[in-house]
């Protein structure tokens, strides 16, 4: 907390615009101290950072988006379009806050933004003077010169500064998310009256009812004097309310904004926990973000009154006539010393007559429409309080300098203009139906010229609209609205009710006026102005979508709420067309901000993706292993000693290998167990080669196809037993191949008697390599491992001894390194075992750990390739030099299309082995050329796949894909990485550096 | 997020299942001509409407089954485990009609 802003440190003659009394959100007990672009300010708890500002008398709070003129607050909600501040909490900060919908706590601080030196005074401003040479569009049109992407870069740094919003926090983000699925019945979005109405309705049928605010406090948007059957509205909703706590299948959940609604009726949802407290409990997350699956959706979402294009329409002072009742009501500000209000509809002369009745004079009522058309109850009721009414007339233009001080009013037929003077200017163009959600729902919404505004029509999804956003404003009606629509939305009857159409007051034409040659803006945040509209139309930006993209119209953090309206009126007045043919922009998800951090919820550091590791992991990370990702998987990499380097280490692990032996851990291949009478007739099916002559105890290497042909995956399957096989995948493939056999035994050959099941996580195995490795084994198992007795790709079930007695185990005679090699798969519970058991009697055998390192090390050297590098979604088994293994006399997915001509032409890319000369390293990812010329058009005749420096060979050597490979052995070309500057001679042979006969393998 | 009603497991989030295309393949004969071995793996109907398709719940009972589905609006129509005609018996061509 700042210490400058404390409660107990009263600042002197705080809070001079508040009124006597009054204001049903306050709590005048409750001080609370804050602080704003420097400044120690006081309010009450239940103020938004807006209401407490302006009882404090500020009103300029911000400078706009391109011209950097003085912007007040406009609005009490969401909407808001201009007061954005950069809120300060300790090391947190978050820009673009709207102090409309911030909740006062004590110490609050804040900043204004897009400003500099300060608000009051903002160099920045001299945008508005050249305003003539920044139209819509100007970005477009002035930077183009000269046309190159540098210069352009150049611009926009210049741009971008000038223009702008707050800053982000520049640091890792402190706070706590959290994500919270529900399920429900009905979710009503909006708890005013139709929405407390719905649930209600909803609630009685029996049905879990999800009910979400985006205030504090249900019901806020309403009147004081508002009544409901000769009470007051207060009653209904408290009780309302109270029986809706009270049931145990309702979930209330206020300062929550449903802010997206996508497919099968699942919207999601933001609740901010503690953004409202001084000192949260360590517990709480900042905000939690709900998944809500409803079966049906009542929206309540209300409706936001627009404001009017007239000259100065952006000078601080101007509120929305909803606004200023609100804080006049609800908070007890006085706004002025005299107020004015500009309407053309009844609605707003409510809050002028709520200024009046808290002591604010009132100046004058503009109302843009006849004399004859006042006649409704609110304009009488005004007319007996004495407010002095101007018919058929509209306001030209605001004048003051950074607040509002006088308005020019004309005649709309023409005529004389007078001021009338004020510090307050209430507006009002009419009220739209905030139908974002009905829009994301892929609602179509309808022109209604009876409320000039735009109201939901038909969404093939379930959600149903109630209340204002359904284009019923009146209280009553409201109510009466929800209750049928809640009751309907848990599919019971209810009485079917048509309104009679209430007394709306009706704008009939577009909210503006003319303009008097100042600044008429439409779209307050982003300084779109009735000017930038006609240049666009002008221009053919003439649909929706292209004008908001060339105007910046609806953009921005409020998307137009209070002016997108006006633009659509204002181009189709352009385009000499109905509004309704004008058509709106899709609104889309979020309908108001949704901070990144609750969108990733828990998902940050450790827990973006699960960590897997193997049953051996702690023994790894106990001696020193550097370990590397592997998909989830944590491998080690190489053990590297004291003083060593990790390259050092890999290349002593290798050398060890060849020399004595090594034990690396294997549990990460992926494995499935096969089992029942046809698994032999599968795996001729999914692998090149032929399994009926696979005897059991026997192992056998394969290759699976893709349909078209290319090598899909390889791995070893043993023969347990008659009808039971072991076989092994990548570890990257390990769920993909997984799937695979899954979808051919369920959809192609669902009459095959075979059951798989993946057991990667049911066995820890170990690959035991080298030329001591069989002395070694002959101490830990109990079955003859002579070469006679085990000989090369033997399979055996068999004890393995331990210090704690012995663990049944599988034993495998298989090698990937080239060497006499072994592996041992135990159940993972006696990973730990197995692998003390190996490296306790593996020390009289010169034994090391080696990590994946070394592994590849040593296969590069063995010439056996690798998902992912040789195995690239490319290669055919030719490619890779394996054509004998495909079976010639049976099918197997993928063979029909391998006869294509293309598949078998001799300048396919084939797998070769390279080794540098004189001692050159062979770059990473090289390319393969015939000639060192450094020009451009060097013709590719292929790349590096894998490569290592080769402790074997003595010289650092690689796997390539080069075209027409196996007829080049012997050649020489050159590995090239222009990035890196690196161009090396290398001499082609065959992929296979060690051992070539298999010698070792079988010795 | 769409809701897939799993046959076995009823209505469950779009993420606990895979996509398997176009339910209505059948793949060739091991001796069909290369023709047709390169439609069954290259060409598939792109329908605007309804569409058999194929869905695995990998995260729930790992079975994979058919859904009908309409590509333009994400509804589905039913779904049925692999063995049995999907239901409803919609007609796909009724139902684009009706639109």
């Not at chain 1, 529900?182 to 009910?211: K, M, S, Y």
């Not at chain 1, 079930?797 to 331990?802: Q, S």
Request: proline share 7%; net charge neutral; aromatic share 8%.
């Amino acid at each position: 907390m700042n210490d400058t802003a404390r409660t107990g440190e009263r600042v002197a003659g705080s809070q001079p615009c508040r009124l006597p009394a009054g204001g049903t959100a306050i709590d005048r007990s409750r001080a609370l101290a804050f602080e704003y672009d420097g400044r120690r300010y006081e309010g009450y708890a239940g103020d938004t950072l807006a209401s407490a500002l302006l009882a404090n008398g500020v009103h300029l709070v911000a400078r706009s988006f391109k011209y950097h003129r003085p912007r007040g607050i406009f609005s009490a909600g969401v909407e808001e379009p201009s007061a954005l501040v950069q809120l300060a909490r300790g090391a947190r900060t978050e820009p673009n806050t709207r102090a409309t919908v911030v909740e006062l706590y004590d110490g609050l601080s804040a900043r204004s933004q897009n400003c500099w030196p300060s608000v009051r005074f903002d160099a920045g401003a001299i945008a508005n003077a050249l305003s003539p040479l920044l139209p819509a569009g100007f970005y477009y049109k002035t930077f183009m010169w000269p046309p190159t992407p540098k210069a352009w870069l150049r611009y926009e740094h210049f741009i971008r500064c000038a223009a702008g919003m707050g800053r982000a926090a520049g640091e890792p983000d402190p706070d706590r998310y959290e994500h919270q699925f529900a399920h429900c019945e009905v979710l009503v979005i909006g708890g005013g009256p139709a929405g407390l109405a719905a649930a209600r309705a909803a609630a009685e049928t029996g049905a879990r009812v999800v009910l979400c605010h985006q205030s504090a406090e249900f019901a806020s948007g309403l009147g004081s004097d508002a009544t409901i059957d000769g009470r007051p509205a207060a009653h209904w909703f408290a009780q309302t309310l109270s029986e809706l706590r009270a049931r145990a299948d309702v979930t209330l959940l206020a300062r929550t904004t449903a802010f997206g609604y996508y497919d099968d009726d699942l919207v999601a949802a933001v609740e901010r926990v503690t953004d409202h407290l001084a000192a949260p409990a360590s517990h709480l997350p900042r905000q939690r973000l709900w998944l809500i699956r409803a079966r049906a959706v009542v929206l309540a979402s209300g409706a936001i009154e627009r404001g009017i294009a007239y000259g100065n329409n952006d000078l601080p002072g101007t509120l929305l006539a909803s606004a200023a009742r609100s804080y006049v009501t609800r908070y007890g500000v006085r706004l002025g010393q005299r107020a004015a209000l500009f309407t053309n509809n009844d609605a707003a002369y409510a809050a002028a007559l709520a200024l009046h009745a808290a002591g604010i004079p009132v100046g004058g009522i503009v109302d843009s429409r006849p004399d004859e058309a006042l006649r409704g109850a609110l304009p009488a009721l005004a007319r007996s309080a004495g407010l002095p009414i101007v018919p058929a007339s509209g306001v030209v233009r605001a004048r003051g300098r950074l607040r509002v001080s006088a308005i020019d009013v004309a005649p709309r037929g023409g005529g004389a203009t007078r001021r009338i003077d004020c510090d307050v200017l209430l507006v009002s163009g009419g009220c739209s139906p905030a139908a974002h959600l009905f829009s994301q729902a892929r609602g179509t919404l309808r022109y209604d010229p009876a409320i000039a505004a735009l109201l939901p029509d038909a969404s093939p999804l379930a959600i149903a609209c109630a209340g204002a956003v359904n284009g019923v404003f009146d209280l009553a009606h409201a109510i009466d609205d929800g209750a049928s629509v809640g009751r309907s939305a848990v599919g019971a009857p209810g009485p079917v009710r048509h309104w009679p159409v209430p007394q709306r007051t009706v704008p009939e034409e577009p909210p503006r006026s003319p303009t008097g040659g100042a600044k008429c803006f439409v779209d307050l945040q982003n300084d779109v102005t009735v000017r930038d509209i006609a240049i666009a139309a002008r221009e053919g930006y003439t649909l929706s979508e292209h004008l908001k993209r060339y105007t910046t119209l609806g953009m921005g953090t409020d998307q137009g709420k209070t002016g997108s309206l006006i633009g659509m009126a204002l181009l189709a007045e352009h385009l000499r067309v109905p509004i309704a043919d004008v058509g709106t922009t899709t609104f889309r998800p979020p309908y108001t901000p949704v901070t990144l951090g609750a969108v990733a919820g828990q998902a940050r550091g450790a827990h973006v993706e699960p960590t897997r590791r193997t049953p051996m992991h702690a023994w790894h990370a106990g001696h020193g292993a550097r370990f590397v990702n592997a998909g989830l998987w944590k491998r080690p990499h190489s053990y590297p000693r004291a003083g060593e380097s990790e390259d050092d280490a890999a290349d002593r692990e290798a050398r060890n290998v060849r020399a004595n032996v090594g034990v690396v851990d294997v549990s990460t291949l992926g494995k499935i167990e096969l089992q029942g009478r046809d698994v032999t007739e599968l795996l001729n099916r999914i692998y090149i080669n032929r399994w009926d002559t696979l005897a059991v105890g026997r192992c056998r290497y394969g290759v699976m196809l893709r349909e078209d042909g290319v090598v899909r995956d390889d791995g070893t399957t043993s023969r347990l037993d008659e009808t039971h096989y072991l076989m092994t995948t990548t570890t990257a493939n390990a769920v993909a191949i997984m799937q695979y056999v899954e979808r051919l035994l369920q959809v192609d050959w669902p009459g095959l008697d075979v059951y798989a099941t993946s057991v990667t996580e049911q066995w820890a195995a170990a690959a035991i390599s080298g030329p001591n490795s069989r002395a070694l084994l002959a101490r830990l198992v109990d079955v003859d491992v002579s070469n006679e007795g085990f000989p090369f790709l033997a399979v055996a079930t068999c004890a393995l001894r331990t210090a704690a007695g012995p663990i049944p185990a599988r034993l495998f005679r298989m090698s990937y390194s080239g060497e006499l090699a072994y592996e041992v798969h135990v159940p993972s519970g006696y990973g730990r075992a197995m692998w003390d058991a190996i490296v306790d009697e593996g020390a009289a055998f010169g034994l090391m750990p080696y990590g994946s390192e070394a592994m590849n090390t040593l296969r590069v050297e063995k010439g056996h390739v690798v998902i992912g590098s040789e195995i690239d979604g490319r290669t055919t088994a030719a490619d890779l030099g394996m054509e004998k293994l495909v079976n010639p006399n049976k099918w197997c997915v993928g063979k029909p299309l391998l006869a294509r001509a293309a598949l078998n032409a001799p300048d396919r890319w084939q797998l070769v082995g390279l080794t540098a000369r004189g001692g050159a390293t062979i770059p990473r990812g090289a390319k393969i050329v015939a000639d060192p010329d450094r020009a451009p058009r060097n013709p590719m005749l292929g790349h590096v796949t894998s490569w290592c420096a080769s402790p074997h060979v003595g010289a650092s050597i690689a796997l390539a894909l080069v075209a027409g490979g196996r007829s080049r052995h012997g050649e020489s070309l050159w590995a090239v990485s222009p990035l890196a500057d690196a161009w090396v001679l290398v001499d082609v042979g065959p992929s296979c550096f060690v051992d070539p006969e298999g010698g070792r393998l079988r010795a | 997020m769409m809701l897939i009603p799993c046959p076995w497991c009823g209505p469950r989030n779009q993420v606990e299942f895979t996509y398997g295309g176009d339910a209505t393949l059948r793949r060739p004969a091991p001796d069909a001509p290369e023709a047709a071995w390169a439609e069954y793996v290259y060409l598939r109907d792109n329908p605007c409407g309804p569409h058999d398709e194929l869905w695995y719940h990998g995260a729930g009972c790992r079975s994979w089954f058919k859904v009908r589905r309409d590509t333009r609006t994400h509804e589905i129509f039913g779904s049925s485990p692999l063995r049995d005609p999907l239901d409803p018996p919609v007609d796909p061509r009724d139902v684009q009609q009706a639109r």
